[in-house]
């Protein structure tokens, strides 16, 4: 389904600094990820994929306390701006297979509808963050031996699981934020 037609449900984060390192708890015994849950999503009211819903109420999403106690996007589009996550050249973006993670990113950063063209999504996701943005599924493509999901990938380049969570999409960022430079 078009990301025009659809809300937000979740949003997952990994930062790191320069050398890929994950940052600690205050008492340095466990790393920070973030996972964002969106009240824009209702199960009653909006379109979606029943298997994508069945799955994520597996992986433990509560859709109806989201709707009243999940963080409102255009709220978090703006805290996004205000702590210098958008427009800032000085962040480098991976992803894995986020061209759909960034249209969403787009959507409540705009409060509009994505552009019609591919030119013209690429030029605004470049507008928005920058052109330090990597895509790990698309890199691929021209690496001999490398393909499939990001586990095969992880297994292939050699690089360990730092954090053991459940399925949901956060496991795909600490993939790559602790790959580092491979």
Partial sequence: ?????????????????????????????????WQFNF???????DSYAPDSINWLK?????????CFEGIDSAYFSE??????????????WITFQGAYDFG?????LTRCLLPNLLSEFL?????????N???????????SGLYGGLRRIAVTLQIKRE?????????????ESISKSK
């Fill in 123 to 131: 030029s605004l996701k470049e507008k928005l963050f920058g052109s």
């Fill in 79 to 92: 805290l996004m701006m205000h702590y210098k996550l958008i427009c800032n050249n000085k962040i480098t």
């Fill in 39 to 45: 009240r824009d999503f209702n199960i009653l009211r």
């Fill in 163 to 175: 954090i053991e969570l459940s399925q949901q999409a956060v496991n795909y960022e600490l993939y």
């Fill in 1 to 33: 389904m078009n990301v025009d037609l659809l809300n937000i449900i979740q949003l997952d984060f990994t930062l790191t600094d320069s050398e890929g390192n994950l940052p600690l708890s205050n008492d340095g015994k466990h790393y920070i990820i």
């Fill in 58 to 66: 597996n992986q433990g999403i509560n859709f109806e306390r989201n």
């Fill in 104 to 108: 969403y990113l787009i959507k409540i």
């Fill in 133 to 143: 943005v990597y895509d790990v599924k698309y890199l691929t493509r021209f690496c």
